[in-house]
């Protein structure tokens, strides 16, 4: 995201966003060029919200993609074309998550996120950040279904509140009130782990 | 109950922005001092792009994705995306869409496609990137104004905060004082190996991974640093991310393809494909496990498994 897509400003001249009309009339070039750039932002949302290690993810991201193809039609340039696709990716990612849910949270019972290798930032704590994400997670299947994707867009593409009004079509009040009973909720989330709730004291 | 208790989104936006106003700091920080949530929010979008990253290793699926999604177009029957396929790499599809991809990613070097662009929490108000390192203190006194001016003239001095619990009952307070950090005592290659491998005996696998990490970045490409990368995927196979588990087999055999574990390299590789349902390339890897170790004592496992993927 830029910094102009960040703080609301004027969007850059976005160069995808020319190939639509082409794509749309069915050149299938422009369609795959729309698609080959779109496609790794589609898997990287999809990795988060459904965790890097879950089985799922090949299919969910082609699913996102699928989602993307179609929705182009739909695409009035209110925000980059990427951004777009992202959005998408967390509804479509959001839904799979709820259908898939029971497994999932079975599954990550015996999945221990743990460790990974430091990669960018050697001062953070791999294993650490993976206890705070599936704090995150286990949240996303706990909240209503408007407060998970308006907490989701809030925090997985790290939308200002009027942009998540503009995405979701909610008055910024309403977006206002379901973060901040998302937040409770994480906050009774947190109290109730005491594993999480020592990750965020700094002791673990 | 104020506005700040209620959250501060704006003003958590202009931290993670790098925006936020001088005199906004203390309040933000009495609010993540009582607020775990937001104290979580504050470094959750970089903890998942961190998570989220696409990497090379990718490409196939890449590929895959965006042939399955022009396969759908026109030719292909519109009802089989209702439950998503699983689209075999093959074809002319596949192969104008491994171009394209190729063509609008780019292939070589080690970049790392992340979702959020530039990691802009690093403008983060020191203060509250102090905070999201040490777990804020509620009620802290604030520290002395001279202190602070010795803070800002000489960087090298840090003011530390203890952390204090956040949960009743509540704890004795804790004065800030300050720290002048010396440069730890530099062990050696095979002091840190040795001490990494003593923790991952007791069992304590977050402090082995921490132990083989500060190898790697102070000792990258010695020997034990090599052998590292095979422990560390073990250990990851078996207790964290599968990717990286395989990142780290992968890092082992770029470096020494026919080096002493390149055997055990190859069996991590090949459990963490299939673990994370890479199929192809998993197929590919038992295959060149029994190529250049045709004796391997997972031979009768390899062949197993290859014949599942038939």
């Known amino acids: ?204 | 109950m104020t506005t700040i208790d209620l959250h501060p989104e704006e003003m958590l936006d202009a931290a993670r922005r790098g925006t936020l106003a001088a005199g906004a700091v203390e309040d933000l920080r009495a609010h993540l001092g009582r607020c775990a949530a937001c104290r979580l929010s504050l470094t959750l979008p970089d903890d998942l792009q961190a998570e989220g990253a696409v990497t090379n290793a990718d490409d196939a699926l890449l590929a895959r994705m965006v042939s399955g999604a022009l396969l759908a177009t026109g030719g292909a029957p519109r009802v089989e995306v209702e439950r998503p396929r699983r689209v075999r790499a093959g074809g002319a599809g596949w192969a104008v869409a491994a171009a394209l991809f190729a063509l609008l990613v780019g292939g070589g070097g080690a970049a790392v496609w992340s979702m959020g662009g530039t990691a802009y929490v690093r403008k983060i108000v020191p203060e509250i990137l102090q905070l999201r390192r040490r777990a804020p203190a509620p009620e802290r006194p604030a520290a002395p104004t001279r202190a602070r001016e010795q803070v800002a003239a000489a960087p090298e001095i840090v003011p530390v905060v203890e952390p204090a619990p956040l949960a009743p009952p509540a704890p004795p307070p804790h004065l800030p004082r300050l720290h002048v950090p010396l440069p730890p005592p530099r062990a050696s290659a095979d002091e840190l190996f040795a001490d990494a491998n003593r923790a991952r005996r007791a069992g304590d696998v977050p402090l082995a991974l921490r132990r083989y990490g500060e190898l790697r970045r102070q000792f990258p490409g010695s020997r034990e640093e090599i052998t590292s990368r095979v422990v560390v995927g073990d250990l990851l196979l078996s207790e964290g991310p599968t990717r990286d588990a395989l990142a780290s087999f992968d890092g082992y055999l770029a470096t020494s393809p026919n080096g002493t574990l390149a055997e055990e390299a190859l069996v991590g590789r090949a459990s963490a494909l299939m673990r994370l349902g890479r199929r192809d390339e998993e197929r590919e890897a038992w295959t060149r496990l029994l190529r250049e170790h045709p004796d391997s004592v997972q031979g009768e496992r390899a062949r197993r498994r290859l014949s599942e993927l038939r």
């Open chain 1, 1 to 204: 995201m830029s910094a102009a897509e960040r703080r609301g400003g004027p969007l850059a001249r976005d160069p995808l966003a020319e190939l639509l009309d082409d794509a749309n009339a069915g050149n299938r070039d422009s369609l795959g060029r729309i698609l080959a750039a779109t496609a790794p932002a589609v898997l990287s949302v999809v990795r988060v919200i459904l965790g890097s290690d879950n089985p799922d993810v090949p299919d969910v991201a082609q699913e996102s993609l699928l989602a993307v193809k179609d929705a182009l039609r739909s695409f009035r340039g209110e925000a980059s074309l990427v951004q777009y696709a992202r959005q998408i990716a967390v509804r479509t990612a959001l839904a799979a998550r709820r259908g898939r849910g029971a497994r999932d949270r079975l599954l990550e019972r015996f999945r221990r996120e743990s460790a990974v290798l430091p990669t960018e930032d050697p001062g953070e704590d791999p294993v650490l950040r993976a206890r705070r994400t599936k704090a995150f997670r286990g949240l996303l299947d706990e909240l209503p279904e408007e407060q998970a994707e308006t907490f989701a867009l809030r925090v997985v593409l790290d939308y200002s509140l009027d942009q998540v009004a503009a995405v979701t079509g909610a008055p910024v009040n309403t977006v206002r009130s379901r973060v901040r009973l998302a937040r409770e909720k994480l906050k009774q989330k947190i109290e109730a782990d005491p594993e999480l709730w020592d990750v965020l004291r700094g002791e673990a």
